[in-house]
């Protein structure tokens, strides 16, 4: 690889020490010819492009832009090839010796020596007399043979101090202050503003005394002389040339630099593509340092039509300067001219949101923002913009610019980043800082520049109705006025090249609901009960995990409340059908298994266990029983209605509850009754947990074999066997059908499972899955079959046939006593009568948002019956949000934080989320993983299968998820639960300490271990 060319931070005067990279013109990769301008950089004294003169491949490591770079350190590269170009952040390449290779590419020793020369020149012949130094035209650059004067800073007579700016000058690449390290008094003759003056010749001069002072403009030679200098005679010596003047506002569509914009600096480069691309400097805003515009500026600029530009009205009167910001401001205002806008205006009524955003402790000027991005997911289109010529930038991020007035007067438009994605109260922190410093014109430049759509609010001044002017770069502006009877008027300037007057009345109607029900996506502002008289304040339907934690938060915090449900005692599946029955089964499973473990620690004799159904039968039930029965005693203790029956709505505010199929056995599943009586209650909320059932799909023989005799068993029946099975085939490898598997083929069964997509357990880690599915095959009575179709489920109980084919398309049959169907759970809505109170639904289950509300805001829902992760906790958890939101308290569901355990073994667990689904939120995921084999008690107990992934932040080291596949990662979830929900670092982790000798070392370890790669990855 040949030796890299370094392009170094370039020497610009002799007082120069650093500077800092204001823009990179050229990308990383893009091929360099001789004379490429690379970059901008600025000092104290000048900006200045950044010229190669050398041909090859830009490469980095670039220095960043707003960096500061001493002079003659590299701030890029330049290589041969395109193969040994380096990306960002990559080391510096092996540079060319730094003896052989100039600072810049004027030779710094060079131009040090030139620059003293010129700027030591003792008076020239044309010096006036008692001239003691002549202030020359400075060589900035070894190809620079000659530079305009921009403008003088001081006038002739002025006295000057050592180290004072006395002009600015321009070359074909830098503009320049001319310091003076003398003292005396200005003294002309002076090169005239505009003129040309040759490297080293004079352009003005310092005497000793005022009285010395000349106050004339230098003589100029050639034809191009203007007609004030004509008859001055030429000199050799003096070749200075006015350059030609050209009006603001025409076009240069030739080679030749663009005229300089009035009153503002643009770097040569930047008037060099003016000039190419015929734009008017006049119309670019600048974003350079002190406004000045840059090659950037001009690229994102849109040429004038030909023959156009705005005409500058002659204005009699001394004006002052404009200050940047009021520049800035007017020539931004000049550009919106060439945006054609309307006006379209609706009236929206604040007062609610005014109210949400004072409960919640935040601005109603962010909430605004995040109300205006909300309506954005309907109305994109609100937030693209215009690109000349004949482009149209879609953006999905909502960057909303809201004015400000800053102190002393103007404007200032700070930008609130993001506001589509991030939470009110995280933009409220940002808003709060940004008007702080904006108001002090503390700004930065990527603070208030890039809205993708602004805000003007002038509600609080009382103005009844005014709009606001849009400006290139947003498809529109929103202005508020005060409030009045009917809303605040809310005018929208558009541009008619983005969107049109329907789409902006439509986006208008959506932001309308927006601010006017604000807690649908700010949160209660108060107790959800209406107003009225009901027998209870809230009524809960269905007595599982959600609804009892529902009903005993909310009795717990002195309201009335009823738990309607159709069985004798609380409970639901969980309790009766589900999780703990299952368990019961899987520890009696555990201990055949752990028999097999014994010999390896020596315990001898104790492989021959055999299990009695009868008794762990009887034990199941009656660990149920106890626990329905002290469920039913808590709920009775803390003054919560329980009633038996089954609930339907009669209207929003009512519901029957139909005593008639009620039954005395809690074990199995009540029938809805016949319907045709029952109680009639109000309430004033009503929460729906009804959850769901097994869910059979409709394989031939499948539904046809769940009636009395027939061989097919569900969740829900196959509690009712008297014995235990010897052959089994079980259909669907998720959690109940796995675990249902595995426990019988512990029993002693022989196991087929099939399944019907190329993986077990969908919501667990890929990972994780896949090593579960080698460790089940490894059982000796079980077979997982993955990417089977059934055709037909036949037989009776005790005598069932199974036809499928495998992955491969070869048909199969299998004999087995019954079919286990696994085959999900799904919410059964009949008989609810949920249209009867206009709940909508999506697909099986009822529609809820993350706190729990249906579309009728006094009806929550909960649990199984929502769909999204089917388990005990997670009913539980939105349980308790739903009867906080009922309360009138701030708290959401976060499925990102949910958790799960599949009690096979070893156990699957997962808390949060994979790299995958980190990385699709957008988050810079890693994983660091260990396997449980290199664990002591792992090793002691022969528990060898499985690993530990912790998942985090790379950039904020937040732990993300944790995913288990280890024999007790049912108890160790708990800690990695804590790590997720508490939003832990992998540095907390790391330090906490951990008992020894317990797996939860583990989790101390992997935080660790991947704490030292990203340190090793940063260097
Ligand atoms: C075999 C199996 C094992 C499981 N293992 C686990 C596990 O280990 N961990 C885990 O977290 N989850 C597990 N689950 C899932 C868990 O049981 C459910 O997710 C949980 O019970 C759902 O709670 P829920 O409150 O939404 O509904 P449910 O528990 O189903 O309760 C709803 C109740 O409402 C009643 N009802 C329905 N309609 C009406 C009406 N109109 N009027 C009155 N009452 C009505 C129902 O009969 C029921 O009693 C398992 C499920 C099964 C089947």
Redesign the pocket.
Known sequence: MAEPYVIKMPQLSDTMTEGVIVSWEKNIGDKIERGTIVATVETDKAIMDVEVFRDGYLSGPLAAVDSTVPVGEAIAYLVASKEEVQEEGAAAPQATAEDKQPASDSTQAEEESRTEAAAEASPSAGAPEGAIYTIAMQQLSDTMTEGVVVSWEKQPGDKIKRGTVVAQVETDKAIMDVEVFREGYLSGPMAAVDSTVAVGEPMAYLVESPEQVVREEMKVSGAAAAPAQAEASASPTRKTTPAAPVPAGSLNTGGAPAPRPSGRAATPYARKLAGQRGIDLNTVSGSGPRGAIQAQDVMGAQPMASGGGIREVDVPGNGRPMNKLEAAISQAMTDSLTMPTFRVTAHIRLGALIKAAKAQGVSVTVAIAKACALAMAKYPKMNWCYQPKNKLVERSNVDVGMAVAADGGGLVVPVLRNCESRELDELNEDWKDLVERARKRRLKPEEYQGSTFQVSNMGMFGVSHFDAIATPGIAAILAISANAEQGSPFTITGDHRVVNGADVAMYLGELKGFIEQPEAWMGPTGPAIPEGKWDYDVVV???????EDCARDLAGHGLKVAL????PFPG???LW???IP??AWRAAADRIRDRHEDAHLGVMGTTKATLDWGKLEATRRQVLETRGDMALKTDKGVKIQYIQ????FADDHHVIIDKSGNQDDPHT??GQGDGKKGDKVSFGCAVV????P?FVPPIPGAREGLGQGGGVLT?DTVWGLEEQPKKLVVIGGG??GL?MAQLMQDFGAKVTLLEAKDRILAEVEPEIAKHLTAVLNDDPRLDVHTSVSIDKISGKAGNMQVAYKDSEGKAHKIKADYVIMGTG?RPVLD??DVDKAGIATDGPAIKADARCRTNVPHIFA????IGGY??????AQQGRVAAMTILGEDMKYDQDKDC??I?TRPEAAFVGLSVEQAKAKGIDAVEVKVPMNIDAKAMINNELHGMIKIVADKQSHRIVGVHLLADHADTLIGEAVMMVSGDMTLEQVANAIHPHPTQTELFGELARRLLARLRRSRK
Do not use: Q, Y
Not at 564 to 567: G, I, K, P, T, Y
Not at 870 to 875: E, G, K, R, S, V
């Open positions: 339907i269905g007595g599982g995990p959600g609804g309607v449900n159709d069985s639901g599946e969980c059908r589900g999780c299952s368990k029956g089954f609930a339907r599943r009540a947990a009804t959850g769901a097994p969740s959690a109940i675990e759970k008989g609810l909960i649990g199984d019956v089917m388990l005990a906790h997670t009913a799960g355990v009690f």
